[in-house]
């Protein structure tokens, strides 16, 4: 890429980007070296900054081609999906309950994380032709049933995060292709009449992970112990934090998944209120850059494109962090560029990779 190229990119996505790599690093490094003692105390933290760089030239690779290209590959990335999503079932293997994973060789890949943005591609390439399109129930069934088989593939790993990520992305989409209002309101009208059917349909776990949202004292050494420690780590870091390394819930283990799906309250807890707010900033930055690149996107697959992906990740956030602190309840869903884990810093940096790149081919797009 030319140093016009370059020059041209989005500095405040660019800037906030690597403002949360940095604090994710920080984190993880903070939040594992006590328990890898030895020459290995900081494998983590080594590990997810190969993988980052790799992706980054990966990223930067790839922005010299325009996006697009994408959407003449949106069916057969469908396709890739579905045989992806089916060989987990088949050849994956299990941990913490579900069969969300496969091995190659030392690396273990998640394909349900990589689905996500897949989805964003494909789902965009079939909304490009039906933008204003989706008046009544009959245009809107095949849009569903076309999210609705990767969702349900998620949903037997079991991963029920990851299947409600589809679903953001999925009313995200169909919004910005301008689905009529009165069906969007049916739609949320007949899901919360629906909920005690979904209740009736849902596991031992599930339902009780909605009640230790309720009170997490209902289970307090088992399903709530997550949430309480969380609670108590973020709470005790007031208003500067305890210092990094200097956490007790993390640094004692008493914060379990400490480095992935809890990691936001390390921030809290080490950091305090500051440290905590100038995190939900940067993703702030990266939401809004992601609103205004749809907006001045130069054609509508990148506007859906980018909605698509602005979706993903606030719907990330907002589970992520509210579950941290209570207000949400617990589910596998991870911290955009903040929680360790390759498949999903791999997503996640593309993700952005692909927003610069509407921007970077950006022409004021009007209807």
Known sequence: MGKNFLRRMDPWLVLATAGILIMSLVIIGSATHINTPGQERYWYVQRQGIFALVNIAIAAFFMNFDYKMLEQYGNKLYVFNLVLLVA??????????????????????????????????????????????????????????????????????????????????????????????????????VGIASLPVVWHFMKGYQKMRIMVFMDPNVDPLGSGYHIIQSKIAIGSGMLFGKGLFHGTQSQLNFLPENHTDFIFAVVGEELGFIGAAFLLLLYLIVLWRGMKIAQDASDVFGRLLAVGITS??????????????????????????????????????????????????KQKLTF
């Open 88 to 189: 987990v079932m088949v050849f994956g293997h299990s941990a913490l309950g579900a069969q969300r994973w496969i091995m190659i060789g030392p690396i273990s890949i998640q394909p349900s994380e990589f689905s996500k943005l897949i989805m964003i591609v494909s789902l965009a390439t079939m909304l490009t032709d039906k933008v204003g399109k989706i008046r009544d129930l009959h245009d809107l069934l095949p849009i569903a049933a076309y999210v609705g088989l990767p969702f349900l593939l998620v949903l037997k790993q079991p991963d029920l995060g990851t299947s409600l990520v589809f679903m953001a992305i999925f009313f995200g989409m169909v919004f910005a292709a301008g689905i009529n209002w009165k069906l969007l309101a049916g739609i949320f009208a």
């Open 312 to 361: 993903m990740l606030a719907f990330h956030v907002l589970v992520n962090v509210g579950m941290t602190m209570g207000i949400m309840p617990v589910t596998g869903i991870p911290l955009p560029l903040m929680s360790y884990g390759v498949s999903s810093l791999t997503t996640n940096i593309l993700s952005i990779a692909i927003l610069l790149n509407i921007q970077l081919r």
